[in-house]
């Protein structure tokens, strides 16, 4: 990848693409392409087909996704399922049609069975049942993973594709129905202090586990193995992680502290909470030469920081 290569940067406008937005111009990467939603629906086939015949970009990182919280998933798991599947295939098909040098497909760790044994190694996927609560979401990322896996092998095309863990960090969706558990805990006790609250209600036990990852980190990996690495080292795909994982209950009260609360947690077992553990194997990472820089409770700090100075917006 040279400074001057065409770069296409699906979802550049949420929480990975500003990151990824921010590090390339850093570098020196002078000709992104980074459309809007409003100025490429990526379910449309003849939009996204026209946009890469235009453009004809030479790289391509496709983070554009649905994504939301428990609640968003249980309500819409059709959209979850529908949207990403129509998105990933258009810009998977159309990178292979007008030849793409290489894609980067970023997808989830919701894709390892409910039951997986932990740490979940790349090869659990596929060897059981998902967890109900986002089963649409990891039947689209799974679908995707395959998709880069097949074209490879048959069109010869080099499309990798990395699985995160749970992500937070600056421009994450800071909103009541959307947020995963960083932002949505960040709001409960930033409300909370703010109107003098007695206590904070949280769903769950607190005793599910989480495995958490500074943006700012994917997208050094995300970087990292564009530049380093081809589809025929990382086949199917490769894990993405912190390495350590946290109760809920544990990041509720690193939270609190961040954000200076000093009311009471209350916990609400009867609300769902999804799987019981979620920490992804990072062997085949390490070897590869990557890993995590930024701590969990540095990059808490750094995302409320920032929440604090956007939050009007």
Known sequence: MNLDSKIMITGANGMVGRSLVKKLKKEGYNNLLTPSSKELDLKNQNDVEKYFKENKPNYVFHLAAKVGGIAANIESPADF??????????????AR?????????????????KNSPQPMKEEYVLTGKLEPTNEGYGISKIAGLKMCQYYNKQHGTNFISLMPCNLYGPNDHFDPQKSHVVPALILKFHKAKKENLEFVEIWGTGNVKRELLFVEDLTDAITYFMLNYNAKDLDPFINIGYGEDVTIKQLAFMIKDVVGYNGEIRFNPEKPEGMSEKLVDLTKSKEFGWQKKVSLMEGLKNTYSWYLENAKN
């Open 97 to 113: 049609k007008y030849k793409v040098e290489k894609l980067l497909f970023l997808g989830s760790s919701c894709i390892y069975p």
């Open 81 to 94: 399922l529908h949207d990403n599947l129509i998105m990933q295939s258009n810009v998977i098909e159309f």
